[in-house]
T-cell receptor
Framework: GAGVSQSPRYKVAKRGQDVALRCDPI?????LFWYQQALGQGPEFLTY????????KSGLPSDRFFAERPEGSVSTLKIQRTQQEDSAVYLC??????????????FGDGTRLSIL | SQQGEEDPQALSIQEGENATMNCSYK?????LQWYRQNSGRGLVHLIL?????REKHSGRLRVTLDTSKKSSSLLITASRAADTASYFC????????????FGQGTRLTINP
């Protein structure tokens, strides 16, 4: 596709349920990022993949959060035993190159997660 | 925690006027990027300015960077209703990964 695609766009879950959020990056993009954006705030970094390798997961808030990118393309962010504070928009971004920080990131429209 | 602080947090102007948003950051940078976010959408990259550049233009956008003051500004000239959005500055963390650290954003409203 032409851009980063995320699904679902909206997800409502009850507290304690597990959720899985999907990201399809731009074809050929090596780097993939997940961010969490609270209402009225800027995005905050969660984790980073270079191809299938998860090189940085320092932003994951707890061990309930898990991300994978097994074939170096599609990525899934999983949240186990969801809590109300997990409610946020989860943004995925991809960029073309591996090591250069002067590459713009291309964002999907995000998944808005609401935990009841 | 967030690296940058945008100022003002909200800005409302009339169509045709210029809009200026400021960003301050804390650590040394290789570059600084500005993004736009329309309501309910993802972020769109606007412009990147490298640490050795002082000013950069792209269409109606003008970005300045003052590394001595650790600050940047984004100027949108001749604003249009379609410019209504939130604007974020972001800096990549230098240590290898490209992860971006965003400010809290400026919510810009252009009144017709």
């Amino acid at each position: 596709g032409a851009g980063v695609s995320q699904s679902p766009r909206y997800k409502v879950a009850k507290r304690g349920q597990d959720v899985a959020l999907r990201c399809d990056p731009i074809s050929g993009h090596v780097s993939l990022f997940w961010y969490q954006q609270a209402l009225g705030q800027g995005p905050e970094f969660l984790t980073y993949f270079q191809n299938e390798a998860q090189l940085d997961k320092s932003g994951l808030p707890s061990d309930r959060f898990f991300a994978e990118r097994p074939e170096g393309s599609v990525s899934t962010l999983k949240i186990q035993r969801t809590q109300q504070e997990d409610s946020a928009v989860y943004l995925c971004a991809s960029s073309l190159e591996r090591t250069r920080s002067n590459q713009p990131q291309h964002f999907g429209d995000g998944t808005r997660l609401s935990i009841l | 925690s967030q690296q940058g602080e945008e100022d003002p947090q909200a800005l409302s102007i009339q169509e045709g006027e210029n809009a200026t948003m400021n960003c301050s950051y804390k650590t040394s940078i290789n570059n600084l990027q500005w993004y736009r976010q329309n309501s309910g959408r993802g972020l769109v990259h606007l412009i990147l300015i490298r640490s050795n550049e002082r000013e950069k233009h792209s269409g109606r956008l003008r970005v300045t960077l003052d590394t001595s003051k650790k600050s940047s500004s984004l100027l949108i000239t001749a604003s249009r209703a379609a410019d209504t959005a939130s604007y974020f500055c972001a800096t990549p963390i230098i240590q290898g990964a490209q992860k971006l650290v965003f400010g809290q954003g400026t919510r810009l409203t252009i009144n017709p």
